[in-house]
């Protein structure tokens, strides 16, 4: 069973920075995984943040969090079992919400459709 752990929320003041990380195994699928981060904000959609794929070393960003977020993985080695990371860097009080983890089977890059296994969240706020 795919075990999907989110950790590093809390809060900061805008222009602060915050690392999430992610912890995902338990694939049980030769195909390299995608891991993802998502947020949502209190009355707003879910919407996608950052992507990687270990099997390329590539990456996707939205265009809100380009140039600001970074994703990244350990065990370079390694391209099952993940630990991911978001750097958060410049951070807005836009940037509010609970932050998911999610991981797919495959390179599904910010297709939230297309992520089966999700982990519990974690809450970044930022003030103004």
């Known amino acids: 069973q795919v075990r999907v752990v989110e950790s590093g929320g809390g809060s900061v003041q805008a222009g602060g920075s915050l690392r999430l990380s992610c912890t995902t195994s338990g694939y049980t699928s030769t195909s390299t995984p995608s891991v993802a981060w998502f947020r949502q904000a209190p009355g707003k959609q879910r919407e996608a943040v950052a992507a990687i794929y270990a099997a390329a070393d590539i990456t996707d960003y939205a265009d809100s969090v380009k140039g600001r977020f970074t994703i990244s993985r350990d065990n370079a080695e390694d391209t099952m079992d993940q630990q991911v990371y978001l750097q958060m860097n410049h951070l807005e009080p836009e940037d509010s919400a609970m932050y998911y983890c999610?991981?797919?089977?495959?390179?599904?890059?910010?297709?939230?459709?297309?992520?089966?296994?999700w982990g519990q969240g974690t809450q970044v706020s930022v003030s103004s």
């Open positions: 999610a991981t797919a089977y495959g390179w599904t890059r910010l297709n939230e459709r297309f992520y089966r296994y």
